[in-house]
């Protein structure tokens, strides 16, 4: 990138401010959840502290997790016994009654869950050293690298140190030196999370391994520790450093969990991960170090945001991430600034938390420090872990859904007994929240425990992917299978609803509020997308989708306004115009999904309007988060930005982490899909640039963001319009786009240098037919 702030490359300045975003702090963390520093390589995850005189980094390793098989008692959720009847008693009565109370339901169709289990602590890293008073304390992490830094003066000596997780060294690496040859004197020691562990240093080399009391699950870590000058002692379970010039440490953890029903065991982890740790201590650590930021920035640097200029100084360098943030809304310079680190932070914790070959990203990502988390730190499957990936097609971090698709996929082989004895279905289906352990079944929390649309709404990020890429192999092998066999669930559990006819989901609940009914919108919703997505699939695919269609056409869509204008969300007009209910579930059909639009059902979007207005602006963060995103479909950029306004004076934390409260990483994945909806759209197949600027962003420019049939886009806009735009072609195929720009400024093909031959369309829209590999733009 230029230093100079603009990058001219056919058409788009990138105007990037130039400054590397960064979080930065004045002192140490001193609490976990609200200060700590996050890096991680989608199966690792340390939190930094960056504490004088002793450093703590708590460390997890993503599948230690109790529960499962092993755990007494432990089972899918799946029915302990047969009911025989009992659906069709609920879906009786709802017929006749309208409604029935979560408690009666639970109690016909729930069971306690056994041995579910919870994510775990790994261990926590101390870094004991002798330094008592130290001024000039500066505490980062640097986005861009995926680097943790602390740095301070101790006795007339500068110490730093450095910590990053690489992904293609499976380790998390550390760094510390000084100024002056000999200063550095430390000792390592590591506490285990789990009771039990034995921890063994020999060698410089720290091992710590065990099984968990309740599943058996056998863990191990091990840290190698070398040292440039000075002594290297292993005393007991410590590593101790003295008068060393350069210290280095690598880290590698690792369970014998595999993600295979029914077991879920694979082989002992201590070869891996010692080889691991081996492999990196050989390697040496700027090789390391160059390797992790190399593959990092791959991902990272595919998508810049800018947003205005911010006068003489950048609030981001000067001023204290902290400060900034309990800042906000009293400069508004400051608050863009602040609102695209937060952009930039939120692709760096997806890229932290989900890479191939790891789970995918828990309700903390990757990050937990305690033994029993909030949810156990799970998958809840009814709006959470969809949000974490609402942005990684979007916002160029495609290979982060990898872990998603994965874990999908190997949740049907359960999800296909779930099916069977709890809903008396063929097809596969997963509830309200799920574990590493393919739970697909039904616990009994009254308004949290029925949800079987999940499996639907998870198939549909498959479907995304193709539309994202272009895939049609990924469609037919991984896609295909995974959306037909969740349709068929629909085939044969939809219910004729007496009352019009038509085909609704009976039991159906909104999720966690409100009475069980038939025919909810967010469940029709749903089970509309997916049916309309599996005959788009089957007709590209060749495949017969006949049933699928003839289901769709008898379906009820779930979409109807209601006595105060509302768009209602149960088939009975009960919405209360008092409710703000966290789960805007009616709304699923503006986003993610795409059956309400205001370009394409004004009537239904503005009904859309009324309900999301009528929900107030509270809530935890995950749901200012989908706020964003439906303001955004609804075009309405001003009420999106005082969404994203609210989640980040009232729902983030000091690490601009968001909090529910608790951290739970979905509002900081949410909002990165929301900023990305106010800029480009691409759901109605048609590349919508701008659809929803807000007014408090009138100077700004995005580089790298992506359009579905295959398009990356770049964006520039100055006085609340677009400037310039650029567009990139995976594939040759017609594309259309909606921007007023181009009434005024030709495209010109930047592989030819001939200007694009452009037909104007309905509402401000322009076609042309591009080639794969070409790039087009507005100069
Ligand atoms: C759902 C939400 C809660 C929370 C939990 C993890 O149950 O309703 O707000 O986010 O998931």
Redesign the pocket.
Known sequence: MATDGSDVEGGVACRASGVAPVLWYGQPASDWEREALPIGNGALGAMVFGGVPTERLQLNEKTLWTGGPGAEGYDHGDWRAPRPGALAEVRRRLDTEGTLAPDEVAAALGQPRRGYGAYQHLADLHLDTPHQEVTGYRRRLDLADAVAQVAYTAGGVRYTREYFASYPGAVVAGRWWADRPGALTLTLRLVPGPAGASVRARDGRITMRGALADNGLRYHLEMLVRARGGALVTAGDQVAVTDADEVVFAVAAGTDYAPVYPHYRGADPDRRVRAAVDTAVRLGYPALRAAHVADHRALFDRVQLDLGPTGTHQPTETTPTDQLLAGYGTDPAADRALAALHFAYGRYLLIASSRPGSRPAN?QGVWNDSAAPA?SADY?T???LQMCYWPAEVAGLAETAVPLHDFIEALRAPGRISAKTVCGATGWVVHNETNPFGFTGVHDWPT?FWFPEAAAWLARHLWEHYLFTGDLAFLRERAWPVLREAAEFWLASLHRDPRDGRLVVSPSYS??HGPFTAGAAMSQQIVWDLLTNVVDAANLLGEDGSAFQSTLEQLDPGLRTGSWGQLQEWKSDLDDPADEH??ISHLFAVFPGRGVSPLTEPELAAAAATSLAARGEGG?G?SRAWRVALWARLRDGDRAHRALAGLLREQTLPNLLDT?PPY?LDGNLGAVAGVCELLLQSHLGVVDVLPALPPAWPDGSVTGLRARGGLTVDIEWRGGSAAALALAADRTGPVTVRCPLLAERPLHDATTGAPVRLMPGPQQTYSFTATAGHRYHTR
């Open positions: 309700l949810w809840h009814n709006i959470n949290a999720p966690e966290r789960h935890p995950w529910h739970q």
